[in-house]
Nanobody, 124 residues
């Protein structure tokens, strides 16, 4: 069974930065694409970023506009989301997810496994 555990969320002032981490169990992490999504209260789950199995294909949600960076370290079974220039509207629970395919995906239904989420709160 695949388990994904996120960490790194917290409270930050507008303009600040956070780095989220997601550690995956299992020995096949390097074979699959990973993604980050977020969900604010009363809103649908929103695509943030995705990275393919080897890290040379990356896509971001339109709202990111150069502020976030997704990366992965296959030796550590970990995917990261570096978030800079945070805004109050970035406040949400952030989830990492794993596909059962090596290529990227931007829809929640393309992902088979999900973490429990980590809260990010940006104060104004």
């Amino acid at each position: 069974q695949v388990q994904l555990v996120e960490s790194g969320g917290g409270l930050v002032q507008a303009g600040g930065s956070l780095r989220l981490s997601c550690v995956a169990s299992g020995r096949t992490f390097s074979s699959y694409a990973m993604g980050w999504f977020r969900q604010a209260p009363g809103k649908e789950r929103e695509f943030v970023a995705t990275i393919n199995w080897i890290g040379n294909s990356i896509y971001y949600g339109d709202f990111v506009k150069g502020r976030f960076t997704i990366s992965r370290d296959n030796a550590k079974n970990t995917v990261y989301l570096q978030m800079n220039s945070l805004k109050p509207e970035d406040t949400a629970v952030y989830y990492c997810a794993r596909r059962d395919y090596s290529g990227t995906g931007s829809r929640p239904d393309e992902y088979a496994y999900w973490g429990q989420g980590t809260q990010v709160t940006v104060s104004s």
